[in-house]
């Protein structure tokens, strides 16, 4: 699936899933989190926001126009 920036995501979230298998922490993976996990998550947050903001912003105008 494509993601608005342009990237494909499957590679980054194989990749993550190899990080904590190779850390054994595939129970809870948030229980010793990688560094950085929480700026990702954020911007993972804030870019899902603004996905759908472009969304609705679309069909907004869409039935404006």
């Known amino acids: 699936m494509n993601c608005a920036l342009g990237f ?10 190899v990080t904590h298998g190779a850390r ?3 129970a809870n ?3 010793r989190p ?3 996990a929480g700026v990702l998550m954020a911007l993972l947050i804030l ?3 603004a996905g759908f903001a472009v969304v609705v ?9």
């Not at 912003?57 to 126009?65: N, W």
């Open 8 to 17: 494909d995501t499957k590679p980054i979230l194989l990749a993550s899933d």
């Open 24 to 26: 054994r922490a595939t």
């Open 29 to 31: 993976q948030f229980e």
């Open 34 to 36: 990688a560094k950085g």
């Open 47 to 49: 870019g899902e926001m």
């Open 57 to 65: 912003t679309g069909v907004v105008f869409g039935q404006l126009v």
